[in-house]
């Protein structure tokens, strides 16, 4: 089982990524997924959020309006995409597999991508 972010990389402020988060074996149908984020020095935070159907979202406060949060079942892949990028957003991106509990609760993701670094610059 591996899940496999990409699409990171250095963007100056006010601009814009695109994470993937691609799965092998693992049918990420079957899984609530999220993105998280851990900046140097600080702890793993929430970032966004799906259902398995994708029919509900999560975000956190400080990406709210900014990030949206998508996936293709058919493809097994779940997506970030960032917009409007901010310093403050630099920080290793991971993402995850949940079966149960809320979507910010880091101790609930049994599959962790091994993740991506995303840099902006002021």
């Known amino acids: 089982v591996q899940l496999q972010a990409s699409g990171g990389g250095l963007v100056q402020a006010g601009g814009s990524l695109r994470l993937s988060c691609a799965a092998s074996?693992?049918?990420?149908?079957?899984?609530?997924m999220g993105w998280f984020r851990q900046a140097p020095g600080k702890e793993r935070e929430f970032v966004a959020a799906?259902?398995?159907?994708?029919?509900?979202?999560y975000y956190a406060d400080s990406v709210k309006g900014r990030f949206t949060i998508s996936r293709d079942n058919a493809r097994n892949t779940v997506n970030l995409q960032m917009n409007n990028l901010k310093p403050e957003d630099t920080a290793v991106y991971y993402c995850?597999?949940?079966?149960?509990?809320?979507?910010?609760?880091?101790?609930?993701?049994?599959?962790w991508g091994q993740g991506t670094l995303v840099t902006v610059s002021s």
């Open positions: 799906i259902t398995r159907g994708g029919t509900s979202t």
């Open positions: 995850g597999a949940r079966l149960t509990g809320l979507p910010g609760m880091t101790s609930r993701y049994e599959y």
């Open positions: 074996g693992l049918s990420l149908s079957m899984y609530d």
